[in-house]
């Protein structure tokens, strides 16, 4: 089964911006939609970006305009670009299926935005 590692997670002032990567151990192609998730302290956890196969994408409100969601089937790594950081944005993200049974959680990246 394929496992997915995430990475690229930080402390950053409010205003600023990371880029998070998603490692699959297998390839994703054959998955249609692939999405970013996160989850702050004592809440749950939230789709925020997703993406398809052919590159269509689609996020939630609160980051729309900020967040860009990307993926390289070749190279089966997932992408959240975030700009615009606020301290809202504090979470750890998680990258996984957007429908359907999802794959194994993987560790998650911790991002931090101070005000």
């Known amino acids: 089964q394929v496992q997915l590692v995430e990475s690229g997670g930080g402390l950053v002032q409010a205003g600023g911006s990371l880029r998070l990567s998603c490692a699959a151990s297998g390839s994703i192609f054959s998955i249609n939609v692939m999405g970013w998730y996160r989850q702050a302290p004592g809440k749950q956890r939230e789709l925020v970006a997703q993406?398809?196969?052919?590159?269509?994408?689609n996020y939630a409100d609160s980051v729309k305009g900020r967040f860009t969601i990307s993926r390289d089937n070749a190279k089966n790594m997932v992408y959240l670009h975030l700009n615009s950081l606020k301290p809202e944005d504090t979470a750890v993200y998680y990258c996984?299926?957007?429908?359907?049974?999802?794959?194994?959680w993987g560790p998650g990246t911790q991002v931090t935005v101070s005000s």
């Open positions: 996984n299926t957007a429908y359907g049974s999802p794959l194994p």
């Open positions: 993406i398809g196969r052919g590159g269509y994408t």
